[in-house]
């Protein structure tokens, strides 16, 4: 075997119940972490290298990758809890026409590949990337027969391309930031009504 298993198999099992909640780990929290296992422990000559970090990763078969979509932020205990005492009592209420779901996301204009094809041995020189954004606003009821208009903020209250656009096929608004707040939710909730 190797020297000082049990911090290994401690830092194994946390790393195991933080996969298992989707928490994001990396390299550095895995330093710290095995650290804080020595210490508990009773290992006073144990530093976590990044070189114990790679080993630690190949033994166990873990893999650095980038995280896709959203973390799962929600508590599935509570979720499974209002499934199934609160959720049936109300979807009797309304038919399925009358149920939406909706959505946001930010959609990133002007930004480039991260990857690009190079000749081995010439370096990679890349430039900033484009944080130009508009969040885009999604809504549709349960049968799909009620898409709602999509709605569009951006970060500029007139914009320059809309100057001559008599009528847009979107509604459109905005804030410094591009965000979907509680004041454009709101107003977008009363033209429903």
């Not at 195991?16 to 994001?24: E, H, K, L, V």
């Not at 999604?138 to 001559?164: E, H, Q, Y």
């Not at 930031?177 to 033209?191: D, G, H, N, P, V």
Request: net charge positive; proline share 3%; aromatic share 12%.
């Amino acid at each position: 075997l190797f020297e000082k298993a049990d911090i290994d198999e401690a830092e194994l099992q946390w790393f195991q119940g933080q996969s298992q909640i989707r928490t994001p780990i990396s390299g550095p929290i895995s330093k710290i972490n095995a650290e804080q296992f020595a210490t508990m422990l009773g290992y006073t000559d144990f530093t976590c290298t990044t070189g114990w970090v790679d080993r630690f990763k190949a033994r166990h078969n873990i893999f650095s990758g980038r995280l896709c979509g959203k973390a799962r932020s929600s508590n599935t205990e509570s979720v499974d809890a209002w499934l199934n005492s609160v959720w049936p009592a109300l979807r009797q209420q309304y038919n399925d026409d009358g149920i939406f779901n909706r959505d946001e996301t930010g959609v990133f204009y002007g930004l480039g590949p991260k990857q690009t094809l190079k000749f081995k041995g010439e370096k990679c020189i890349g430039g900033k990337h484009s944080k130009s954004r508009v969040t885009v606003f999604l809504c549709a009821n349960m049968t799909g027969t009620d898409k709602r208009k999509l709605l569009v903020i951006g970060n500029s209250k007139k914009p320059r391309c809309f100057k001559s656009a008599k009528q847009l096929p979107v509604t459109y608004a905005a804030n410094q930031k591009a965000w979907m707040t509680a004041t454009i939710f709101r107003a977008e909730l009363f033209q429903w009504n």
